[in-house]
C-alpha cells in the first residue's frame, strides 16, 4: 500500500523560507506523479507542484519563482522548498501521489481528486 507523510509545517514571518517533507513508500510501479496541494480556511484546494518519475514538472502560477520540489530518492523522500513567504500561502499542506498513470503534472494540478494517496497535512502559517 502506499503511503505519503508529510512533514515540517509550522509559524513563519513573512519573507520567510520554510522547507516541507514527504516520506513516500510502498509504490508498486516505476510510473508515478507526487507533490503537493495545499488548502487554506474557506477556500478550496490549490495545486501547488507536482512531478513525475520521469522528472516532468509543473507548479502553480500562485507560486513559481519562489517553490522548488525537490527530491532524494535513496531516501524515498520528496521536498517542498518554499521561499519569499507571503500570508497567502498560509495552508495546509498536503503531499499527494498517483502510480501507474500517464496524467500530466498540468492535469494533476488541476485535478487534484485523481490522486490516489494523501498525507494528513502540515499546517503552515505564515504571519508576523
Known amino acids: 500500500e502506499v503511503q505519503v507523510v508529510e512533514s515540517g509545517g509550522g509559524l513563519v514571518q513573512p519573507g520567510g523560507s520554510l522547507r516541507l517533507s514527504c516520506a513516500a513508500s510502498?509504490?508498486?510501479?516505476?510510473?508515478?506523479?507526487i507533490g503537493w496541494f495545499r488548502q487554506a480556511p474557506g477556500k478550496e484546494r490549490e495545486g501547488v507542484v507536482v512531478?513525475?518519475?520521469?522528472?516532468?514538472?509543473d507548479y502553480g502560477d500562485s507560486v513559481k519563482g519562489r517553490f522548488t520540489i525537490s527530491s532524494d530518492a535513496a531516501k524515498n523522500m520528496v521536498y517542498l522548498q518554499m521561499n519569499s513567504l507571503k500570508p497567502e500561502d498560509t495552508a495546509v499542506y498536503y503531499c499527494?501521489?498517483?502510480?501507474?498513470?500517464?496524467?500530466?503534472?498540468?492535469?494533476?494540478?488541476?485535478?487534484?481528486?485523481?490522486?490516489?494517496?494523501w498525507g494528513k497535512g502540515t499546517l503552515v502559517t505564515v504571519s508576523s
Open positions: 512531478i513525475k518519475s520521469d522528472g516532468e514538472t
Open positions: 499527494a501521489a498517483d502510480e501507474g498513470t500517464y496524467f500530466t503534472p498540468t492535469y494533476y494540478l488541476a485535478n487534484g481528486h485523481v490522486m490516489d494517496y
Open positions: 510502498g509504490f508498486s510501479f516505476d510510473d508515478y506523479a
